[in-house]
Every structure is written in structure tokens, then in C-alpha cells.
DNA sequence: ATAGAACCTATAGTTACTATAGGTTCAAGG
DNA sequence: CCTTGAACCTATAGTAACTATAGGTTCTAT
């Protein structure tokens, strides 16, 4: 297979990542050291642009760069005991759906305060979003 | 107004937030510098509970610090308009259900995997996870 | 051959905290 | 009144995940 190559730059814009971000997944371990050039410069391909996809993607999916690697292993050892490939796909797919779950609470919320705050020329005095964040919650009566 | 006093600490347990995030708060202008004890010690009040869940709850909603700093502005000068917050909460909805669609294709992604890997000794080769990540937001075939 | 864009490494800065060190003050018990 | 120890004080360092800078080298196109 003679991919075509890229420079990191190239790698970079195809990604919409920075170079310097590269370098750093290269430093962390999400990234392999490519091939380079005599005079040192790295040397990419079709996979790596693939890798560095799914690992923008993954962060932009609130992933913490150990959890990504985790996923990258589904990558890295497609020869993985079955089922041992099925429970990590279900692990994460429970956490998944956790952040969903959180999301939605979140959206929820926003949503909710949106539709109370009908009036947009009101001063915000009267803004039911400020209320409600600023009322006290009740379960902080303890001493 | 006699307000009842608090020390950090009473503050921090009232709105379940660290002592040394109500002192990086201060540092960086969300929370006021509060009067102090003959000692240096802060003394708090009533106020400055309220305004201590603001921020929080804004932080967890997802509002970076840098927008809370606009949201208050909003509390601290009376001259703003509740269109202004609502405008701030709507699209900050619009960044979180952005969100919630990205986690709901990985997580389609991740169940199908697990079907897959129930059938027995199928190859991860055609990896539908990386597909799923891999989304033809690739208008970058060109150079 | 040479200009300058793009690359290289290494280090420092960013955000939003969190943790630590080393010292001071406060409140309660003797 | 005095002591003890919890809670407070400031200042600094550490964390994650980048991002930016400095100072130097290589590649590419004229």
C-alpha cells in the first residue's frame, strides 16, 4: 500500500488540529512516532489522519486522553479476545450514556430557564434566570 | 442589616465548594474581598453565600468562568436586559445538545460493536467505532 | 543559491482548579 | 489566663490538555 504522505502540517489541517497538538498526542502516547524524513521532519499517511480523527472527535466528546487510549486499544489489538473487546464496549458505553444522561439534565435546565425568561427587554431585576441561579438551594441549612 | 457572619469555611460548606476555590475566586474577581478580622481572617455574609451559588451552579451548567464574569456583570450593574442573559443561556443549550448528538452516534457505535462481537470471532477490522468518529466532516480531501 | 515557509525540540503559559508548605489566629478546655 | 489544635492565612507548585514562544534546522520553490 503506497498511501500518500503527508507533512505534519497537512496532517494538521485535514484534522483541524494543530501541529503543536500533534506533537504533544505524540509525547502522551496517542500518536506513533511516524517515519521521518533524512533531515528529521515526520512522515504521515491515510491511518494516521483516520487516528487523528478519532481522537479529536473523541475529546470533543469529553473523553479524557486516557479514556481515548482505552478506545484506541479496539484500534491497536483488533485481535482482542472477544469478549473481552464486548466488556470494554459495554464499560463504555454505560459511561457514555451517563454524559448523555448528564447532558440532557443540563439541557433541561437551560431550556427551563429560557422559556421562563419570556421578556428580553426587561431589566435584569426581573430576570428569572438570575433568580434562578441565585436563589439559595434548600438542602444547605446544616451547620 | 445585621447580617448572621460567616467564616470561609462556613461559606464553603454552605455552597459545597472548596476553601481554596472561594480564595481563587477572589483571585481572579468573581467574589469580592471580604471585610477581615482584627486576625486577617474573611468574614462573610448572607450576600455573599448568594453569590458564591451563582458561580457555582454556573460553572456546573457548563458557563466558563469568563461568562460568569458576564453573567454577573449583569447582577452587579443594574443597566443590562434580561434578552442578554436568555441570549447567553440559549446558546449555551445549542453547545450541550451538540454534545448529546455526538454521544448518541458513539454510542450507537459502541452497541453495535457489542452485537458484533456477540456473534462469536468476527475481526474488528471494519471498526464501526472508528466509522462512527470518522464522520465525513471531511471536507478536506483536497489539498 | 537562497529566501522564507514549515519543520524541529524544549520550555513556559493557559484554564480552573487542587494540593502543599510553613506560618498565624481563633475558640474551647483546663 | 494559658495552651492546644482546628481553622485560617499567603504563596507556590501541581494537574489536564493543550497552546504559544524561542531559537535553531530543513525543505521547497524561484
Redesign the pocket.
Known sequence: MNYEKY????LAKKTAC????V??YEKVGLMPEPPR??????IYSLPHVKRLNFIRRS?DLGF???QVKELLKFIDEPNHYCGEVKEMAMQQARVVQEKIDDLQRLKSALNEMVTHCTAGDKPVDDCPIVDALYTENSTNKAT
Do not use: D
Open positions: 507533512s505534519i502540517g497537512q494543530k501541529v503543536e497538538t506533537h504533544y524524513t533524512e533531515g528529521g521532519h515526520r475529546r479524557r486522553i486516557e
